[in-house]
């Protein structure tokens, strides 16, 4: 930087256009913000939605800087603020959304109220990766459906980024917990202390028989979305049951989940940042979630490569191609 008030960012500027490196002015805190500089910046599949134009739901307009998961340390502090002060390394899911800054780029001003101390045993890479999908996972299985031990909790996408935090947050709270994925992903799930289940080889009705003596499981969370929202709604416990998904936007029958007499709720996570209610809910998860991988009982899926503003690029398109294994994020 040639001005200690800029900083490096990348630009949208329109859709399906390539990230762009260019110098902004740094931004200043308000009341109730403060200034974070950003070690890294997580990649989420949003990110690419919002680049592509497919992503009104976000209120994303482009030209804009992309990026809503980020770790970092507290440079200043706006007015009115206590409980922070310049120099704490947090983690959060504060950028990117309904018109705000995002978090490809090295400073951005954010609500302090979505804030959490980055847990002390990742870096800051690894912190980066989390925030959506912990809160997205946490907002299903705690908020909605209670979770708690001598639950059977079946977690379809177990590999994926929501499914894995997913798995591993039931399991903290005492549930038996099985997850869906394709062969190759056997050994990750199992890893995580779920029983596996080869969605591919083994139909609803053979792993509700095998599992739960045909009954259905007491929680069902769909992370996939489409065809997989329609089979959770056959897995779910009779009157009991409770199935959620972070991605139900599609046209579905409710009939096999009303004759079981089982419950719907979806997940939106978004909702805070549009809106701006409920965001202290965000920080008090993301600080209970630390407490957990403090705790040794929730372990990051990261994808090995490194990519850096320069190469963020790389990054998005490894994403988009379905080839990433694991969460992947770009340092600052």
């Not at 902004?24 to 990649?43: D, F, H, N, T, Y």
């Not at 003596?213 to 997989?228: H, L, M, P, R």
Request: net charge negative; aromatic share 6%.
């Amino acid at each position: 930087m040639t001005d200690s008030l800029e900083m490096r960012a990348l630009i949208v500027d329109s859709a399906g256009a390539p990230l762009r490196l260019v110098s902004l002015q740094r931004p200043v805190p308000e009341a109730g913000q403060v200034l974070v500089r950003i070690k890294a910046s997580g990649v989420n599949p949003l990110d690419g939605k919002i680049r592509a134009g497919q992503a009104a739901h976000a209120c994303q307009p482009l030209p804009a800087i992309v990026g809503m998961d980020l770790a970092g340390v507290i440079e200043a502090v706006g007015e009115g603020i206590s409980g922070w002060q310049p120099g704490d390394e947090v983690y959060a899911m504060a950028t990117g959304i309904g018109g705000a800054q995002g978090s490809l780029a090295e400073y951005a001003a954010v609500d302090a109220r979505l804030l959490a101390r980055k847990p002390d045993n990742l870096s800051m890479r690894v912190a980066a990766g989390l925030p959506l999908v912990l809160i997205t996972a946490w907002e299903g299985l705690v908020d909605r459906a209670r979770v708690r031990a001598g639950q059977k909790v079946l977690i379809h996408g177990g590999a994926g980024g929501v499914g894995h935090a997913a798995v591993q947050i039931a399991r903290a709270f005492g549930a038996e917990v099985y997850a869906t994925g394709s062969a190759k992903h056997q050994a990750i799930i199992e890893g995580f202390g779920a029983t596996f289940i080869d969605y591919r080889q083994t139909s609803v009705e053979e792993y509700m028989e095998q599992y739960t003596a045909g009954e259905g499981f007491d929680i069902v969370y769909d992370t996939v979305g489409g065809d997989t929202l329609d089979a959770s709604f056959k897995a779910a416990r009779v009157y009991h049951g409770h199935v959620l998904s972070c991605l139900g936007w599609g046209q579905h029958s409710l009939a096999p989940l009303s004759f079981r007499g089982a419950t719907y709720s979806g997940v939106f996570t978004l909702l805070p940042l549009l809106t701006g209610v409920g965001r202290e809910h965000h920080g008090k998860i993301l600080r209970e979630a630390a407490r957990l991988i403090e705790a040794g009982q929730l372990k990051p899926l990261m994808d090995p490569r490194a990519f850096t503003l320069e190469t963020a690029e790389s990054a998005h398109e490894l994403l988009a191609s379905g080839a990433a294994q694991g969460r992947l994020v770009i340092e600052i």
